[in-house]
T-cell receptor, first 110, second 114 residues
Framework: KNQVEQSPQSLIILEGKNCTLQCNYTVSPFSNLRWYKQDTGRGPVSLTI?????NTKSNGRYTATLDADTKQSSLHITASQLSDSASYICVVRDDYKLSFGAGTTVTVRA | EPEVTQTPSHQVTQMGQEVILRCVPI?????FYWYRQILGQKVEFLVSFYNNEISEKSEIFDDQFSVERPDGSNFTLKIRSTKLEDSAMYFC????????????FGPGTRLTVL
C-alpha cells in the first residue's frame, strides 16, 4: 500500500529561525513529490514539485530536497515568518493518484 | 489569478439528509477531483472526473456518493444519506489537462453531520 509518513507531527519555532520537515514514502511507481502549505481552514497550496531526477528545488524561503533512492524528502524553511504558521503536507504521486502525508504543523512565534 | 471556489463554506445537516457540495473549478480545466479531510487526519482522495465521467474512485466513494457536472462551470458532490462519519472538510480540485500536473485546490466546505 502506498504510504507517506511525515515527521515531526508538529513543531514550534521562533520567528527568524530555520526548520526542516521530513517525509518518507513507499509510493510506487514514483511520478513526483510535492510539498503543500495548508493554512487553517483553507485548501492546500503547492509550494514545490520534484521529479525523480531533481535533488533540490527552491521557492523563496522554502527549499525541498529529494533522495529517490532512499525515498526521502525534506522541506527546509529559512528565516521563518509568522505567516509560515501552517500545516505542511508531503504529497507523492504515482502514475495517476496522489497519496497524502498527515502533515507537519508548524507554529512560528514572535 | 483564477482560483477554485466552493460553496457553502460550512454546511450543517442532520444524519440521513442529502447534501450537495458545490465547486466551480478553474475555467478551461478538464480534470476535477474531490478529497476529504476528517479533522486531525490526512487528506483522502475520493474521486476524479474527466470528460463527464468518473475516471477513478477510492473505496470511500461508495453508493452514497455521486458527482456531477451539471453545466459548464459547476462540479458537485452529493451525499445521499449522510452519516456522522461523513463530517469532514471536503476539498474540490481541478487540473488543466494532459501534460500538466498541478491540482489547484478550493478553500473547502466543512460538513458537519449531527
Amino acid at each position: 500500500k502506498n504510504q507517506v509518513e511525515q515527521s515531526p507531527q508538529s513543531l514550534i519555532i521562533l520567528e527568524g529561525k530555520n526548520c526542516t520537515l521530513q517525509c518518507n514514502y513507499t509510493v510506487s511507481p514514483f511520478s513526483n513529490l510535492r510539498w503543500y502549505k495548508q493554512d487553517t481552514g483553507r485548501g492546500p497550496v503547492s509550494l514545490t514539485i520534484m521529479t525523480f531526477s531533481e535533488n533540490t528545488k527552491s521557492n523563496g524561503r522554502y527549499t525541498a530536497t529529494l533522495d529517490a533512492d532512499t525515498k526521502q524528502s525534506s522541506l527546509h524553511i529559512t528565516a521563518s515568518q509568522l505567516s509560515d504558521s501552517a500545516s505542511y503536507i508531503c504529497v507523492v504521486r504515482d502514475d495517476y493518484k496522489l497519496s497524502f502525508g498527515a502533515g507537519t504543523t508548524v507554529t512560528v512565534r514572535a | 489569478e483564477p482560483e477554485v471556489t466552493q460553496t457553502p463554506s460550512h454546511q450543517v445537516t442532520q444524519m440521513g439528509q442529502e447534501v450537495i457540495l458545490r465547486c466551480v473549478p478553474i475555467s478551461n480545466h478538464l480534470y476535477f477531483y474531490w478529497y476529504r479531510q476528517i479533522l486531525g487526519q490526512k487528506v483522502e482522495f475520493l474521486v476524479s472526473f474527466y470528460n463527464n465521467e468518473i475516471s477513478e474512485k477510492s473505496e470511500i466513494f461508495d453508493d452514497q456518493f455521486s458527482v456531477e457536472r451539471p453545466d459548464g462551470s459547476n462540479f458537485t458532490l452529493k451525499i445521499r444519506s449522510t452519516k456522522l462519519e461523513d463530517s469532514a472538510m471536503y476539498f474540490c480540485a481541478s487540473r488543466a489537462g494532459p501534460g500538466t500536473d498541478t491540482q489547484y485546490f478550493g478553500p473547502g466546505t466543512r460538513l458537519t453531520v449531527l
